[in-house]
């Protein structure tokens, strides 16, 4: 079964940059789309981006700019680009997987909302603080 692990997480300054890292096991991401997610305290899971098995993305409007998601070659590792962090980027990061639906693939896109995925990793802490 597919298993998920990301890393790269840590405290950073305002406005320095951190690669998070996605790494698939049981399984490649060979027609997955994979999506994250983060968790600030006190406050509910949001969608950051998503990326299709063809390597098309989706950003939240607060992220957009600033982060970047991408796949390897390999289909074993996705990434998660951020730069300029800002303290209310703040949050544990989670990645997310799962076969497209019928109409995702139709339609060639990915989602950034929870119910669209199956398989979970157990997160990374991201601090941004001075």
């Known amino acids: 079964q597919l298993q998920l692990v990301e890393s790269g997480g840590g405290l950073v300054q305002p406005g320095g940059s951190l690669r998070l890292s996605c790494a698939a096991s049981g399984s490649t991401l060979d027609g997955f789309m994979i999506g994250w997610f983060r968790q600030a305290p006190g406050q509910e899971r949001e969608g950051v981006s998503c990326i299709t098995a063809g390597r098309r993305t989706i950003y939240a409007d607060s992220v957009k700019g600033r982060f970047t998601i991408s796949r390897d070659s390999a289909k074993k590792t996705v990434f998660l680009q951020i730069n300029n962090l800002r303290s209310e980027d703040t949050a544990v990061y989670y990645c997310?997987?799962?076969?497209?639906?019928?109409?995702?693939?139709?339609?060639?896109?990915?989602?950034?909302?929870?119910?669209?995925?199956?398989?979970w990793g157990q997160g990374t802490q991201v601090t941004v603080s001075s």
């Open positions: 997310a997987a799962n076969r497209p639906s019928r109409l995702l693939s139709a339609q060639g896109v990915c989602a950034i909302l929870q119910g669209y995925y199956n398989t």
